[in-house]
């Protein structure tokens, strides 16, 4: 019997179908819907047996091999063959991450053993294959002396993005196969005209070559050209078939000599050598790129070891299938730690066929009835500006008028929308109920409207509350008095209540310095007295790494809100019930958590049969998002609360001022202060002290002592003139024990990156940092609420602005008002169009870009999390050196 290896073009042409014969097709998951149709049709007309091959890597668009599973078609598991072995180091800091993976990478390189690295992202790749040279460099394994050859990257076009002007830039290089000669003529880009989409090479020789982008077809290949250094013993990835040589794409090289403008290459497990010409133009460039780093899967082998970095998203079934095939040994190294990487191993994407999910969420049993039913439900013109208008107003208050309504929908249309069109559908569907109509609310001349899904949300909260009344055993019969001893009254009535209730919900109002992290202590320590058997999981959701931080540092095993509605939605999507039936939940900082957020966590909490206290304070931070859920389950709900009020995290004397802010007595809580003098803080030799501990400097008191200064009059030596320098003055005069213990506290950003300015001055002065400086460009988030990314307004004021979009930084361009589009921009140039529609589905932030001048000694806070690089949200670093354009830090651990 015949057997015959071909590519996926024999599915076109028909080659592929032997009548009477079998045909396997290899990684099927890739197929697209159109292709497995033809696949599919050809195999019927020429009677061919069909075997379909699913190696669990990316799937096609529309997931054909999930359509046939779906549909009844037989299902085989392999159950052969060696299972893939894997080795999880945890590091939390990127780049110690990177360097243990290019030191212990390095090492297997010089044994001769059979390895490759493996990490998504071109900017990553490069990372890491800079570190791993170095490395390689330190041993010896790479040769001391570089050559810079000029090297060809391949920029890789389909029938669509061949035709977009904005892929083609001015240096790249284009070749067109001529199939007379059989050679690639190469060419330069000159220039790329937009008026007239047109593009203008030059050859070699200098002769011009206009081609319009429209012409550019399959016989013209699109490359970037770089510098790239190379020394003996490197090791080269083949990018494309290289003129007058045997070497191809996909093949790996080694340099053995690499000078006089020559690179003597030799293929792996072959004597013989072959030599490639290199020049320093793009004509001259050769098809090559460093092969240390390389994308997951990209080489195929049963025996190498893979040594790779995955982030947390990375962390499926597709990327470990494409890992596995690149070798039989992983060693994987994670931000995670071991526990919950391993947890996340055990994960896999299910993918659901279209045609179901129409189904379900019509609940309509039949195809074309779903699909009809769907189609009415598509919003009109009206209809679209007012849900998009909704929840900009809902940032400001749940509720909101009609005329606020209607003005909002006529500026989010751009004026596209008649008036008349938006009051209709507003009437339309305050009688369908979509919108709830409060007639003349107490206070407001208008009536008031709600939106059925924030109302649906705030109704779920209540009600999951009240069903979860006296809904589960309680954790112990009775605390031990041994583990309260020395606890408040508050924190044991609270211990007492989580631990004791029968209620899947309660709540815990803590103010601050009530020692919420000792009653953690003390609900954990009483839980691990518990049977082993039936121990309940503790988990801890705060809504910033910050909080999760400060909860692990209880001994709680915690992550972010945000990361277990991911997670536990996604298993729910995937078909699988989450288990929570002996978990506690510790919900911190639940007043930062927005109303649809607590309502879908409460949910998964109660379908899973677990229970959760959710602690807070009403006081403090309110969420970005809309929504006061915390303060709702207070006022409103069914929920048990205890309420802790003593006061523990501040000095005896100052502690009644605390309670009287608690209060809102706020006078009696500044005289409780002003009793504290000045003199008790530790100051240095003839410091400027404060007449009192509470002193008022306005605007005006500013203005007299400037206008005496200009006079010429003088001020008592020392003495501030403005409140600036009365803030720096009095911070920096106190000792250095004194001042890490002081903090300033400002209303505004920009009065605390002044202060902070002035203080880095003042210390500088006072040589109590580093007189060598470095000025480092920062990016400030912008704070935009929830729904104002919505309005097209918002990006025309951030024009020029830094926006965060899919983990890459653009920059905000042009905003097209006619069309409701915004130009981004990356870092190497590629432009994106977004609409403000889309913003928030894309998880868009704003940033402004600013800078700071720090030295040696100064501290720097984090306003971004990154577990990748091992640092959260709001942590304070201190800067150890400064050396040209960069820092070093540490948090002291």
Do not use: C
């Not at 032997?18 to 290899?26: C, E, K, M």
């Not at 390689?136 to 002396?145: D, F, I, M, R, V």
């Not at 309260?484 to 310095?513: H, K, P």
């Amino acid at each position: 019997m015949g057997e015959m290896v071909t590519g996926k073009s024999a599915l076109q042409d028909g080659t592929a179908f032997i009548p009477g014969g079998t045909l396997i097709v290899d990684q099927a998951e890739k197929l697209s819907l159109k292709e497995t149709l033809s696949l599919l049709d050809g195999a019927m007309r020429h009677n061919v047996q069909v075997l379909l091959s699913d190696s669990g890597k990316r799937s096609g668009t529309g997931s054909a091999l999930t359509v046939l599973k779906e549909s009844g078609v037989n299902t085989y598991r392999w159950q052969g063959g060696n299972q893939t072995t894997a080795d999880i180091i945890s590091e939390p800091d990127k780049g110690a991450r990177y360097s243990r993976l290019a030191q212990e990478f390095a090492v297997s390189v010089r044994e001769g053993q059979e390895s490759v690295a493996q990490i998504s992202g071109v900017r990553e790749q490069g990372v890491l294959n800079g570190i791993i040279r170095e490395v390689l460099k330190n041993e010896g394994t790479l040769g001391a002396k570089e050559m810079t050859v000029t090297t060809l990257t391949p920029v890789w076009l389909d029938s669509k993005s061949r035709g977009v002007r904005d892929y083609y830039r001015e240096g790249m290089v284009m070749e067109r196969w001529d199939p007379e000669t059989r050679k690639h003529d190469r060419f330069l880009i000159d220039r790329v005209t937009a008026s007239s989409n047109m593009l203008t090479l030059r050859d070699k020789e200098g002769e011009r070559l206009d081609l319009k982008v429209s012409a550019v077809d399959s016989q013209w290949s699109l490359f970037r050209a770089d510098k790239l250094p190379v020394a003996s013993g490197e090791r080269l990835s083949v990018l494309g078939k290289i003129p007058e040589t045997r070497l191809k794409g996909g093949e790996s090289i080694t340099v053995l000599n690499a000078e006089a403008g020559q690179l003597t290459v030799q293929r792996p497990g072959q004597k013989t050598t072959q030599t490639l010409a290199v020049g320093a133009g793009p004509f001259d460039g050769i098809k090559v790129g460093h092969g240390w780093v390389e994308s997951p899967g990209r080489s195929v082998s049963e025996t190498a070891t893979v040594f790779t970095s995955l982030t947390q998203r990375e962390l499926d079934n597709a990327t470990l299938n494409q890992l596995a095939q690149s070798g039989s040994h992983i060693r994987l190294y994670s931000a995670q730690d071991a526990a919950r990487t391993t947890e996340k191993l055990a994960r896999h994407t299910a993918f659901s066929v279209v045609s179901e999910q129409l189904k379900a969420r019509s609940g309509e049993t039949d195809l074309d009835a779903a699909i009809a039913l769907q189609k009415a439900g598509l919003h009109t013109p009206a209809e679209q500006v007012i849900h998009l208008s909704i929840p900009l107003l809902e940032s400001e208050e749940l509720t909101f008028t009609r005329p606020q309504l209607l003005a909002t929908a006529l500026e989010t249309g751009g004026g596209k929308v008649p008036m008349t069109e938006i009051d209709a559908t507003i009437q339309a569907q305050i009688k369908a109920g979509s919108l709830l109509n409060v007639p003349v609310a107490p206070g407001h001349g208008n009536d008031l409207l709600i939106s059925r899904q924030t109302w649906d949300a705030e109704k779920s909260i209540l009600t999951k509350v009240l069903e979860g009344k006296e809904a589960v055993a309680p954790l112990m019969d009775s605390v031990p008095g041994s583990l309260m001893t020395d606890l408040t009254s508050g924190q044991r009535a609270s211990t007492r209540m989580i631990l004791e209730t029968t209620d899947r919900f309660t709540v815990v109002q803590g103010y601050a310095g009530v020692g919420k992290t000792t009653q953690l202590r003390a609900v954990t320590g009483a839980i691990s007295l518990l049977p082993e058997a039936t121990r309940p999981r503790v988990i801890g959701l705060g809504p910033t790494h910050r909080a999760v931080g400060e909860m692990q540092s209880a001994g709680v095993d915690a992550q972010t809100t945000a990361s277990f509605l991911h997670d536990t939605q996604l298993l729910q999507r995937n078909g699988q019930t989450p288990d929570f039936s002996n978990t506690l939940f510790l919900l911190d900082e639940s007043s930062m958590v927005g109303l649809a957020d607590t309502a879908k966590a409460l949910s998964l909490i109660a379908a899973g049969g677990g229970r959760a206290v959710l602690s807070g304070d009403t006081d403090q931070l309110q969420s970005i998002a809309p929504g006061q859920p915390f303060r709702l389950m207070q006022q409103r709900s069914a929920a048990d609360v205890a309420i802790m009020k003593e006061i523990v995290r501040q000095v005896p004397e100052l502690r009644p001022a605390v309670y009287s802010l608690i209060d809102r007595d706020v006078n009696r809580a500044l005289a409780t202060i002003e009793q504290i003098t000045p003199e008790q803080v530790p100051r240095k030799d003839g410091a400027w002290v404060p007449e009192n501990s509470v002193v008022e400097f306005t605007p005006a008191q500013e203005e007299t002592i400037q206008k005496a200064l200009n006079k010429g009059e003088s001020v008592p030596a020392g003495q501030p003139t403005t409140l600036y320098e009365a803030l720096v003055k009095d911070y920096a005069d106190r000792t250095p024990e004194a001042q890490s213990q002081t903090l300033i506290i400002t209303h505004l950003n920009d009065d605390r990156r002044v202060l902070n300015s002035l203080i880095h001055d003042a210390r500088r002065d006072n040589g109590e940092v580093g007189r060598e400086e470095v000025t480092l460009p920062v990016l400030v988030t912008s704070n935009i609420r929830d729904g104002e990314l919505r309005r097209l307004s918002t990006w025309t004021a951030h024009k020029g602005a830094v926006a965060l979009v899919d983990n890459v930084y653009h920059r905000i361009g042009s905003v097209d008002k006619e069309n409701q589009l915004i130009t981004l921009m990356d870092g190497e140039g590629k432009e994106r169009l977004i609409s403000p529609r889309e913003a928030l589905a894309e998880g868009v932030t704003l940033y402004r870009e600013q800078e700071i001048t720090v030295s040696q000694g100064d501290k720097m806070r984090f306003s971004k999390s990154d577990t990748e690089r091992g640092y959260v949200a709001n942590s304070v670093w201190e800067v150890k050196s400064v050396s040209g354009d960069s820092v070093t830090l540490s948090d002291g651990k």
